[in-house]
């Protein structure tokens, strides 16, 4: 096949996936298009982050915009054929190699301002209100709500964790949210700065939430901090993944952020806290009385 037949096919797969690419809704709503970028998310920093991606891309465009327009039109005005002969002045010239050297610093420079701010503003975990310790292990996580007494695991669904086995014969596609649904999801209330103290019970893992702008390393023996704050109208469920290759079981261990209004937060609060007071007394009242007997 020549050159221009590989290129001629090239650019038939590309208008083909052009084409059919929008067909394939996803579960927002949105066509396939509005997958290929960052998303918005539900949170302030979420937002800001956005932002400056997308101020970083701009910017990069005009760059190259500029850089290979002058490419073309040299290579197109200045070619062989039309006698042009090469400007060695040009090349060698300390004005132009200063203009082309201050302009790019000039640039990053201005790039890195808000950068900067906003990292700052994801690493400042002041002022919070509901500090919340998560712990990574093979495969799943554990929420401890510190100043509650609240902790629980969260692993894969049942459904979801059926369907995976080999030879199940149950369709994935038939399992609601398959692979990206847990027993027990996270409850947080909305319009609350929550803390999280990210670490590791084995491994590295990576708690990650796109809709939130979080994605912070669970390390064992150490602990990272992250925060968020859903805003007050997006209450709701929210679902990522661990974004660290951590194992076998890697792809099974979902997260899932169920986002409350703050009174059906704290209803939520007392009454998980009351039942697991009530399991921890029934378990201890059942080891005081079979203790006796194993003694015995």
Not at 78 to 98: C, M, Q, W, Y
Not at 169 to 176: K, L
């Amino acid at each position: 096949m020549t050159i221009r037949a590989k290129l001629a096919s090239l650019a038939s797969a590309f208008a083909a996936a052009s084409i059919t690419l929008p067909a394939h809704a996803h579960e927002d709503g949105g066509s396939g298009w509005s997958q290929l970028n960052m998303t918005q998310g539900v949170t302030d920093i979420s937002r800001k982050i956005y932002d400056l991606h997308m101020l970083i891309f701009w910017v990069c465009v005009i760059i190259a915009v500029i850089v290979f327009g002058v490419m073309i039109y040299s290579i197109i005005s200045f070619r062989k054929s039309r006698g042009a002969i090469p400007d060695i002045t040009l090349v060698h010239n300390t004005k132009v190699e200063a203009v082309w050297t201050t302009v790019p610093v000039i640039i990053l420079i201005a790039m890195a301002v808000p950068a900067a701010k906003t990292l700052v503003e994801i690493e400042d975990t002041t002022k919070t209100e509901l500090t919340i310790k998560v712990t990574g292990f093979q495969w799943g996580w554990q929420y401890d709500y510190l100043d509650d007494g609240v902790a629980f695991y969260s692993h894969l669904d049942r459904k979801s964790n059926k369907a995976r086995e080999l030879l199940s014969g149950i369709d994935p596609n038939s399992v609601e949210h398959y692979l990206l649904n847990v027993d027990h999801p996270l409850v947080v209330p909305v319009d609350t700065k929550v803390r999280l103290l990210v670490t590791g019970a084995d491994v590295i893992h990576s708690w990650w939430v796109p809709d939130f702008g979080v994605k912070k390393d669970a390390i064992p023996g150490f602990v990272n901090e992250a925060w968020f704050r859903v805003d007050a109208d997006k209450a709701g469920l929210y679902r990522g993944q661990c974004a660290e290759l951590c194992g076998r079981d890697h792809g099974f261990m979902p997260i899932v952020v169920d986002a409350r209004s703050k009174a059906d937060f704290a209803a939520w609060l007392k009454n998980t806290a009351a039942q697991q007071k009530q399991t921890a007394q029934a378990a201890d009242t059942t080891a005081s009385l079979s203790a006796p007997a194993s003694a015995h």
